[in-house]
């Protein structure tokens, strides 16, 4: 079976977590500080703080950011539904917005009717690996003085402008599942240039403390903590910090050769007429988190009939993203919302196996596969 994807871990993961396991301290501590580290560093922010996946990420940013019960944030429903979700977690309201066609991003010539006295936020998803328009959406934000959170959980590495992605916004959060470039199995970030915003995504990660337990582990003296604020458990082991540092060391190689074999994906479908391939607006560039096809109406087989045909030749495919506004729970709570963009990319588009170490054979099975499939 080719996977949809996999995690490129070699023995330097393994050695990293076997480390953190023989020193004693598992919980967030001085691994956890290493890979905030390199991930502030590679984005240009002054801070990184790990969580323990995006969706708490996001949740703790907005309550950072002061949102919850009464305002309204807007969001793409094109996307995992735990952006949503992480906006419900924070007491606030997700108000859909539709996508852009092409770019499968929050389409922001569509925000200012969603606008209304209770907006108090926009997050902008940057889905699967390609940056959506932030300087537009940031445009907007200013003139309705609105904040602006990046669901950045596939784009770790990616940029907007020729910029990292990590530092447009207040907050911006990133996710290390396995589906995403580099993993430490579950694991999120959040970076931002700004103090008070890292302060209280400390605390609210840790129960509210106002000092962690590896400082007052590493302190000269005792340091009785105390709890200002009703916070979570929303930590990072030391074993995930561990295996996450040795992933970043990796990060600029997978990212090139994600990148090759998106660009193979690419010229191999560039024939079939009934077949989009990933588009690239002048301002992104596409990092491949996923590979996605969109099939055209006109194609000999429905997307469902692709995936089942290459389900049956053992190659793993995934439909594109969901559209949170049609799950049962949206529905049950909104009732029925139009986001007719949205509704026809979440039926027409399918994601190819991509990764790594993926080998020019695998590849060259997938293509092959696809292509007869569709007669072509
Ligand atoms: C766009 C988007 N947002 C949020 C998430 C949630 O990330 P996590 O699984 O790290 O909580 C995901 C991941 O699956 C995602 O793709």
Redesign the pocket.
């Known amino acids: 079976m080719i996977p949809i994807t996999k995690p490129f871990y070699d023995q330097a993961e393994e050695n990293a977590a076997a480390l953190a396991i023989r020193s004693g301290w598992v919980v967030q501590g001085p691994r956890v500080l290493e890979f905030e580290k390199m991930v502030a560093d590679l984005v240009g922010a002054q801070y990184a703080l790990a969580t323990s996946?995006?969706?708490?990420?996001?949740h703790l940013s907005l309550l950072a950011l002061g949102i919850g019960a009464g305002d309204e944030v807007i969001v793409p429903s094109y996307?995992?539904i735990?952006?949503a979700n992480?906006i419900l977690h924070a007491g606030a309201t997700p108000v859909f917005v539709d996508i852009d066609a092409r770019t499968y991003n929050m389409d922001p010539a569509l925000i200012e009717e969603k606008i209304t006295p209770r907006t108090k936020a926009i997050m902008p998803?940057?889905?699967?690996g390609l940056a959506a328009d932030i300087d537009t959406i940031q445009d907007i934000a200013r003139k309705h003085n609105l904040i602006v959170i990046e669901?950045a959980?596939?784009m770790i590495g990616g940029e907007y402008k020729n910029k990292k992605i990590g530092t447009h916004s207040r907050a911006v959060?990133f996710?290390?599942?396995p589906?995403?470039a580099i993993t430490t199995g579950?694991?999120?970030m959040v970076t931002t240039n700004d103090p008070d915003i890292a302060h209280q995504i400390e605390m609210l990660r840790s129960h509210g403390a106002n000092v962690s337990d590896y400082a007052r582990h590493g302190a000269d003296r005792v340091i009785i903590e105390e709890y200002p604020i009703l916070g979570y458990n929303f930590r990072l082991t030391d074993i995930q910090g561990a295996i996450g540092v040795e992933q970043m060391k990796k990060l600029d190689w997978i990212l090139q050769r994600r990148l090759e074999i998106g660009k193979r994906y690419n010229d191999a479908f560039a024939d079939l007429d009934f077949i989009e391939t990933p588009y690239e607006p002048p301002y992104a560039k596409h990092t491949y988190q996923s590979y996605c096809l969109r099939v055209a109406h006109n194609a000999p087989k429905t997307r469902d009939e692709i995936m089942a045909a290459m389900q049956a030749q053992g190659i793993a495919t995934r439909r594109g993203v969901m559209a949170s506004h049609l799950e049962p729970f949206y529905v049950n709570k909104y009732g029925r919302v139009s986001l007719p963009v949205t509704e026809q990319a979440t039926r027409d588009t399918i994601l190819l196996p991509i990764y790594a170490q993926m080998t020019e054979q695998e590849q060259e099975t997938v293509i092959a596969a696809f292509r007869r499939i569709l007669g072509a």
């Open positions: 996946n995006c969706t708490t990420a996001l996307s995992f735990a952006s992480s998803v940057h889905q699967i669901d959980a596939t959060c996710s290390f599942h589906r995403k579950e694991g999120g």
